[in-house]
């Protein structure tokens, strides 16, 4: 996937064209964003400012701050919101550009001894369950300002 | 869970007790194993030798070792495989002991462009399926050796 045709480096070229809620923190190398499935509340992508397919393509230096940052984004994630445990998955099968997925898991979750995916791949057969895992149980300007709150508290750089 | 109760603390305590072909690479901080899934060849389990639940609670040194052991292995199986894409995952969701899982991603595998998850639940309805998940193209004893190689053409270093 070249820059031209890559949805995050579009997305990454023109921030202040996003809505304020779906921006949570810009770091230094990455830009975390309020993912669209906030039944798993606080869901989080970190999107890496340059493109880059696999983490080994990024410098020494440039992937130990993303992957410093990933973590520091779980933390605030877990600080916010209490979580019972945290999923990291950087997959880009569909979009080579290196993302995280941070995904909260939660007790009063029926499946959460499962992978959060094969909940979402039932959100796209439903559009019932689809609305369900959109949805979180706060807004999302709540959600996103408690995530700030946990990453100014935990002192956390931005870029 | 418990260091009494955690099969990985269990495994990590007598490494010598489990079968050459599964043990990969005996990192710093972490120990590779081979994992089951080898349809996914080169498919890897990176757990920490420390139970810890989230990367967080690490230390900041231990997060660092343990991330870039990660990477390396990633980068070795590539070296080794030539995989389309990585996947990298810490779940935790059933084990809540840290361990990486690194799949390897290949143009051949109809279902690519989704989370090995899909298919690995497909897995626990079909022991055909399983079979087929199961069974890589090599012996395992050959693909521990080619990322062997590859990890100490890297200069990986052992603990």
Redesign the interface.
Known sequence: MSVQDCPFCKKLADLPALREEDVVWSFPLGVAFLGPWQFYQGYCVLASRKHA????DLTDEE??TY??EM??L??AI?HAFQPL??????????V?HLHWHVFP?YGEDPD????V??NL?RAEQSPTIRETLERGSLPREEIRARIRQSLVALGAPSG
């Open positions: 397919r696999e983490l080994f992937r130990k992957l410093e973590c520091l779980a933390r877990h445990k945290l999923n990291y998955e950087l997959l880009g099968n569909q080579s898991r959460r001894l499962s992978p995916w094969l791949a």
